[in-house]
């Protein structure tokens, strides 16, 4: 039985270690016509997201028993493709859940890895629901997306790089969802330079963990269509670890309209050719809006690059 206890920095310090053979580094590249701002570009990520971080930290925790009974994750796809990928590279049998609303594109790169995919239902607590059902079905140990200790020490080892590379950052901008990235990310740098400030940028179309932090409590979401995909859907029925890491550990919220992650895309592909997906390109988004202070030293996360070929043409073409 996995430990459920919140994660500590000890536990990404360990992660980082744990995973370093199964992800890439990836470049902190200035993006001055921003402000004084730099990006980490995750997007060049194994898997084209950092999800591949947390993935392959709970993937390396299981123990024999384990792996041979295999692994089944809920995914509005990146996770799902991670999950796939590090199953694939320790030899663990993989199930991932998806909802009918993830795009095609990501549900083919999770099949392809070898994984097998089952739409849940039409949203993803349908998906959610399905995963767990299998879970107990099957044995297989189920993976969350964020809502786990070992998701989220893998996730934070980002923070530790980002430190790393970059000592004197003041701010850190990070696109939020379930917030197993930023609760991650916001202990290890806050762990290593106390006085960072973290900030979470949502999409206003259905902003889970924003709502839930003004709530003060969990609140359910509507899901709607939306660029950021990577960041739709809610935080589920329960949450043990982010809505709580959240509302400790970050600085602000802010939310971009879909205009916003649009400009944000075309200005990552204009300015520095890079291939981004909405979700990914949030923290841009705020920036180019004004909505984050870029005088200080801010690093922007791009976090993901799967994006569908005609998505892309259509808002950056
Ligand atoms: C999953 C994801 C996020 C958000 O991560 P959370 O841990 O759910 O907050 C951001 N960007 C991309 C590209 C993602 O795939």
Avoid at 98 to 127: F, H, M, T, Y
Avoid at 238 to 262: G, P, Q, Y
Wanted: hydrophobic fraction near 45%; charged fraction near 20%; aromatic fraction near 2%.
């Amino acid at each position: 039985m996995i430990s459920q206890a919140a994660p500590t920095f000890a536990d990404i310090v360990a992660a980082r270690r744990r995973i370093a053979g199964l992800i890439r580094s990836t470049p902190l590249v200035t993006a001055a016509e921003l402000g004084t701002v730099s990006l980490k570009v995750e997007s060049l990520q194994e898997t084209g997201s950092f999800k591949v971080r947390g993935a392959a930290n709970a993937l390396l925790m299981l123990d024999a028993a384990e792996r041979a009974a295999g692994v089944v994750a809920v995914s509005s796809g990146n996770h799902g493709r991670a999950v796939a990928f590090v199953a694939r590279s320790l030899g663990i049998a993989a199930t991932v859940c998806v909802s009918a609303r993830v795009p095609a594109v990501k549900v083919e790169a999770i099949g392809a890895l070898g994984a097998r995919v089952v739409v849940g239902g039409p949203g993803q607590d349908e998906a959610e629901a399905a995963a767990h059902r299998l879970g107990l079905e099957t044995g297989a140990t189920f993976i969350h997306p964020f809502d786990d200790p070992r998701v989220i020490a893998g996730q934070g080892t980002l923070g530790c790089d980002i430190v790393e590379a970059a000592p004197d950052t003041s701010t850190i901008v990070v696109p939020l969802s379930g917030g197993g990235l930023i609760s991650g990310l916001a202990l290890a740098a806050k762990a290593l330079r106390p006085r960072i400030k973290v900030i979470g940028v949502s999409q206003d179309r259905g902003p889970a963990m924003y709502d839930s932090l003004r709530a003060g409590r969990l609140t359910d979401v509507v899901e709607e269509d939306t660029l950021a995909d990577a960041l739709a859907g809610g935080l589920g029925a329960e949450n043990r670890h982010t809505l709580r890491m959240c509302r400790d550990l970050l600085d602000d919220v802010v939310l971009v309209s879909e205009e916003e992650i649009a400009a944000a895309m075309r200005h990552l592909r204009r300015r520095h050719g890079l291939r981004v997906e909405g979700g990914g390109a949030v923290g841009v988004a705020a920036l180019l809006a004004g909505k984050v202070d870029a005088t200080v030293a801010t690093v922007a996360v791009i976090s993901g690059g799967n994006v569908a070929d005609e998505t892309w043409e259509r808002v950056t073409g």
